[in-house]
């Protein structure tokens, strides 16, 4: 018999049961459901709402059900609809009357956000660690390149120089708002719902500042219309992985472009490539490609909950049930891509001579040629205009820059001397880029310094 059953002469249609019922996925809630629900049992025994013997009964018998489910003992069933009537009932069951004090002041739909905003504050902080140790992978990563010399590219053509190091310390920039994000999304939603009640608040004298107090919150909502309705934390959540999903899918296209023998540039380690069934020689980055496929799924629960909530009227609406599965899923996915991710990056291994070669072919320094003149004197734009005829000159030639001889030069522009071979040099162009953010070795180091003490304060934060 339903807990709700009273106003009803019929029982529910069976399948209707099934379609109602969350228990198959919000079952996973059922640690933060029973903290919740001590929490609220302990201030209704504080504030003699119900007797102090009472709670503490209640309490003791939560804890109970708590190890049973963990412990398996005890079935979640869809008979119950949700994780709130399962623990509920499997409450009265055991305390009888007792147990049925313990809804006192309350509604499952205050309840539902308490138990979601818990859960979901518990993830962010597991996302928030992965995300860290990923970075902490990345600064080393970093460390070991920061005199590899590759070509940076603008719409995938050659561009101008740069280096591996740089390159990486994008990425670590990209999850350094990541962070921040999550720990945004975490501050905004670390308000307890509980004592909204239904829609309306109660009448009985609750202490909603004691169970904020001790489930850690830092405060309390201020509007229990908006208390009950609110999944603007889910969504905020959501958007913040949809944008880790996005950086870690930039990131995998590039490792499967390098990995391309076109490229050549990385070679991931075989415990994190796969095989063909039919060629033999293959050795594909499926680990990478998939992370790059699960965005789009990630993006989907994003868009998946805010048409859920676009048009619903104030307050809870069932509707509102579909909340979970996207956001757990979404969840799980990134959390096991960092969990991919990091291993996969910390041991993948660069090719250093080749993302040389690849720098030495497609004019990178051309900037640098005119930037040469420049700095004799020239305006820029005529500089440019210089150098552009070189290039057209060299790609006749089917040389480089550094392999034009000085004459050549000069019949362009009488102010090239000896010293402009020196300008050319990549290295040299690299390192004269010390510009703050730019890829000069030096000013990489500074940029990895910047990333360890990031990763030291807001691991820091977590304690
Ligand atoms: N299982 C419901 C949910 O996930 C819990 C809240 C139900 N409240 C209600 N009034 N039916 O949203």
């Known amino acids: 018999m339903k807990l709700w059953s009273g106003r009803f002469s019929k029982e529910l249609d069976g ?81 009888g009357d007792t147990g049925k004090r313990l809804h006192t002041a309350r509604s499952r739909n205050d309840q539902v956000a308490l138990d979601f905003k818990l859960y979901l504050k518990k993830e962010i902080l597991e996302i928030k660690s992965r995300l860290l140790h990923l970075q902490t992978v990345l600064a080393e990563q970093a460390k070991k390149y920061t005199g590899a010399v590759l070509p940076g590219y603008t719409h995938l053509q050659r561009a101008q120089p740069s280096t591996a190091a740089h390159h990486f310390m994008a990425y670590g920039e990209m999850f350094k708002r990541d962070v921040t994000r999550l720990e945004d999304c975490y501050a905004r939603m670390n308000y307890s719902p509980l004592g909204s009640g239904a829609l309306a608040g ?192 060299c790609i006749e030639k089917g040389i480089g820059l550094e392999e034009l001889p000085l004459d050549d030069y000069k019949a362009l522009c009488d102010v090239f001397a000896d010293d402009v071979y020196e300008a050319l040099n990549l290295e040299n162009c690299v390192n004269g880029r010390t510009s703050i953010g730019g890829p000069a070795e030096q000013e990489v180091l500074r940029q990895i310094a910047t990333l360890e003490a990031f990763i030291a304060e807001h691991k820091e934060d977590d304690k």
């Open 202 to 393: 109660t009448t009985y004298p609750i202490d909603r500042e004691l169970v904020a107090d001790l489930l850690g919150f830092a405060g309390v909502t201020n509007n229990s219309l908006d208390g009950v309705s609110d999944r603007d934390y889910a969504i905020e959540l959501l958007s913040a992985i949809s944008m880790i999903m996005m950086h870690l899918s930039r990131f995998s296209e590039e490792m499967i472009l390098w990995c391309s023998w076109e490229f050549s540039y990385m070679e991931l380690d075989d415990a994190y490539s796969t095989g063909s069934s039919i060629m033999p020689q293959k050795k594909n980055p499926d680990i990478a490609e998939l992370v790059r496929g699960k965005t789009g799924r990630v993006y989907g629960s994003l868009m998946a909950l805010l048409t859920v909530m676009k048009g619903l009227p104030l307050a809870y609406n069932k509707d509102m049930q579909e909340d979970k599965e996207s956001v757990f899923d979404a969840v799980d996915t990134v959390k096991m891509c960092l969990d991919v991710f990091a291993p996969m990056l910390e041991t993948m291994r660069l090719k250093p001579q080749n993302l040389r070669n690849a720098a030495s072919r497609g004019f990178i320094n051309a900037t640098d040629c005119a930037d040469y003149l420049v700095k004799k004197g020239l305006p820029f734009r005529d500089a440019y205009t210089v150098v552009g005829k070189l290039v057209a000159l």
């Open 15 to 95: 399948l209707v049961n099934d379609f109602n019922s969350s228990i198959q996925f919000d079952g996973r809630m059922y640690e933060e459901d029973i903290t919740g629900s001590i929490a609220h049992a302990t201030m209704l025994g504080k504030t003699g709402i119900i007797a102090q013997s009472e709670a503490d009964k209640i309490v003791a018998a939560l804890r109970e059900i708590c190890n049973d489910i963990t412990a398996g003992k005890l079935e979640l069933t869809p008979d119950n609809e949700d994780i709130h009537m399962n623990v509920e009932t499997a409450l009265t069951a055991r305390l």
